[in-house]
């Protein structure tokens, strides 16, 4: 069965580092690309970062660039965020997401359960 | 900034069709947009529906498709069933590596 579970979701000061994981398991983790999509408390999906399969390309929001850092590690199986700098609208459910293909352009078909940051003073 | 255009709300009776639609602020939906569609529901995790425009996710019923019409993407239910009572979000790939969400519609089934 195609799983991918999130982790490292907490509660944060402004302004501080957070680092959040992916674990991913029944597929060929390191063939596909991996994005990962927040959404702030009721509100929609927002598309954050991706990633191709070797890590060579990675790809952001505007929202996040230079911020956030996307990277996997292809012999673990798992894909992570660094979230640095973080602010209050960062808060959100992060749901990490596989990709259809080799890269992300095509959409993803199988997500995590989430993982949620709360940036709060 | 192209932003991907949703309708906020919508709503069809139990056993009726319904066509969702995703747009462009600038522009028209193509193929080349490789338009793919989410199902969510309250609390869950997104759910693929259809992706490159009309291709079916596995374990997806065949009374949801998905095509371009006009100049822009759509999402068909035919014979809506209660628990179709989601937000439905489509994705567009908006070129340099920057895909887009739509704001989501939240059908009611009633």
């Known amino acids: 069965e195609v799983q991918l579970l999130e982790s490292g979701g907490d509660l944060v000061q402004p302004g501080e580092s957070l680092s959040l994981s992916c674990a991913a398991s029944?597929?060929?983790?390191?063939?596909?690309?991996m994005t990962w999509v927040r959404q702030a408390p009721g509100k929609g999906l927002v598309w954050v970062s991706s990633?191709?399969?070797?890590?060579?390309?990675?790809d952001y929001a505007d929202s996040v660039k230079g911020r956030f850092t996307i990277s996997r590690d292809n012999s673990k199986n798992t894909l992570y965020l660094q979230m640095n700098g973080l602010r209050a609208e960062d808060t959100a459910v992060y749901y990490c997401?596989?990709?259809?293909?080799?890269?992300?352009?095509?959409?993803?078909?199988?997500w995590g359960q989430g993982t949620t940051v709360t940036v709060s003073s | 900034q192209t932003v991907v255009t949703q309708e906020p709300s919508f709503s069809v009776s139990p056993g009726g069709t319904v066509t969702l639609t995703c747009g462009l602020s600038s522009g028209s939906v193509s193929s080349g947009y490789y338009p793919s569609w989410y199902q969510q529901t309250p609390g869950q995790a997104p759910r693929t529906l259809i992706y490159?425009?009309?291709t079916r996710s596995s374990g997806v019923p065949d009374r949801f498709s998905g095509s371009i019409l006009g100049n822009k993407a759509t999402l068909t239910i035919t014979g809506a069933q209660a628990d179709d009572e989601s937000d439905y979000y489509c994705m567009l790939y908006l070129g340099r590596g920057i895909v887009g969400f739509g704001g989501g519609t939240k059908l009611t089934v009633l």
């Open positions: 029944g597929f060929t983790f390191s063939t596909y690309a």
């Open positions: 997401a596989k990709a259809l293909r080799s890269n992300h352009y095509y959409g993803v078909d199988v």
């Open positions: 990633i191709n399969t070797n890590g060579g390309t990675t």
């Open positions: 490159m425009t009309d």
